[in-house]
């Protein structure tokens, strides 16, 4: 009889026990999921989760940024990964969470020995840089002897190594990745200092997920003051 009373209770305290689920959060980037940037980032946020706990998984995916912004409001994604600041204003269900989890250097790259005192440091150099980078556009704009847009960060650096260009315009958190897949340095491309313009990039969340603002928040700094996030983008395991 004991040992049916006991078998009881435990079938109801079963059934009154709320089952945990582990989460899956979906942030959009707008980078093509085949390349080092989107996979590096992915191992970024895969640890974010490990540190946030509780079963949490974080999937990345390739989104143009329109669609993002659409989706985000929707509800159809999590989250909009590394966007700069203001970019929601206009969306009361989409909150930005209030830690900075990178920031965009904007940097020259060339084989030349170029003085970087500001934009008019390109008067006579040709200058590539990302179709619809508007601050590069904006920043060149009659200052550089002539800018060539292209679609792609792998295809600016080959002509730059191919001597198609004087200087490779384009951020770090980007760039980098390609310039270790193709061996800038072997080809005597450098990173030029001092950077053009620093710019914070946030992560917005769909309010759907808001309990996980600050958990994630504190696993970004965690991750970011420990210098291990720079060590992922950098190819460094």
């Known amino acids: 009889m004991k040992k049916s009373i006991i078998g009881f209770f435990m079938v109801v305290l079963l059934i009154a026990s709320p089952v945990i689920q582990a989460e899956t959060l979906t942030f959009a980037l707008k980078v093509d999921s085949n390349s080092?940037?989107?996979?590096l980032s992915q191992k970024v946020l895969t640890e974010v989760a490990a540190i946030v706990g509780d079963g949490l998984e974080i999937k990345l995916i390739d989104l143009p940024l329109d669609r993002a912004i659409i989706y985000l409001k929707e509800g159809k994604i999590s989250?909009?990964?590394?966007?700069?600041?203001?970019?929601?204003?206009?969306?009361?269900n989409v909150i930005m969470m209030p830690y900075p989890i990178a920031k965009l250097n904007l940097y020259a790259f060339s084989k030349k020995d170029i003085p970087i005192t500001g934009w008019d440091s390109f008067s006579k150099h040709k200058v590539i840089y990302q179709r619809g980078q508007q601050v590069v556009e904006k920043g060149l704009a009659g200052r550089a002897l002539s800018i060539h847009p292209v679609n792609s960060i792998e295809s600016g650096l080959k002509m730059l190594a191919a001597d198609r260009g004087d200087v490779w315009m384009g951020f770090d958190i980007s760039t980098i990745p390609y310039?270790?897949?193709?061996k800038c340095k072997e080809n005597g491309i450098k990173m030029l200092?001092?950077?053009?313009?620093?710019?914070?990039l946030f992560l917005y969340l769909n309010k759907a997920h808001e309990k996980y603002s600050q958990p994630l928040a504190k696993a970004f700094k965690q991750i970011i003051e420990s210098g291990r996030s720079a060590?992922?983008?950098?190819?460094?395991?």
Do not use: H, N, Q, W
Request: glycine fraction near 8%.
């Open 36 to 39: 080092t940037v989107f996979k």
């Open 79 to 92: 989250g909009d990964y590394v966007r700069m600041p203001g970019l929601y204003t206009d969306a009361p």
């Open 179 to 182: 310039c270790i897949a193709l």
């Open 193 to 200: 200092e001092p950077s053009l313009k620093t710019i914070p």
């Open 231 to 237: 060590d992922i983008m950098a190819g460094k395991e």
